[in-house]
């Protein structure tokens, strides 16, 4: 009879919060977990390019993070270009 591997691989990747469940997936929902975004607020702290560069955002999560945001009245900070 073959082993359970289940315990060999104690990988856990459940997102602990319930921020963002059902707006983004869980790959770019652990993305800002993993920088400590865990609010709007803070979300609005970053530019869409700099949120991009998270493993797990595509264009697809940057698309439903931008319309839940423009409901609650918020946006991503502008990149200031430097002349």
């Avoid at 082993?3 to 104690?10: F, G, N, T, V």
């Avoid at 919060?17 to 929902?29: E, K």
């Avoid at 439903?64 to 946006?75: A, G, R, T, V």
Wanted: charged letters at 30%; hydrophobic letters at 35%.
């Amino acid at each position: 009879m073959a082993k359970c591997l289940s315990s060999m691989y104690a990988v856990d990747h459940v997102v602990r919060g319930n921020f963002l469940q059902g707006i983004i997936a869980s790959p770019a929902r652990r993305a800002l977990e993993t920088e400590k975004i865990d609010s709007l607020e803070k979300l609005s702290d970053y530019s869409e390019e700099e949120i991009m560069q998270f493993h797990g955002f595509g264009k697809n999560a940057m698309e439903k993070l931008k319309n839940h945001m423009k409901e609650n009245h918020l946006s991503f900070k502008k990149n200031e270009k430097i002349k």
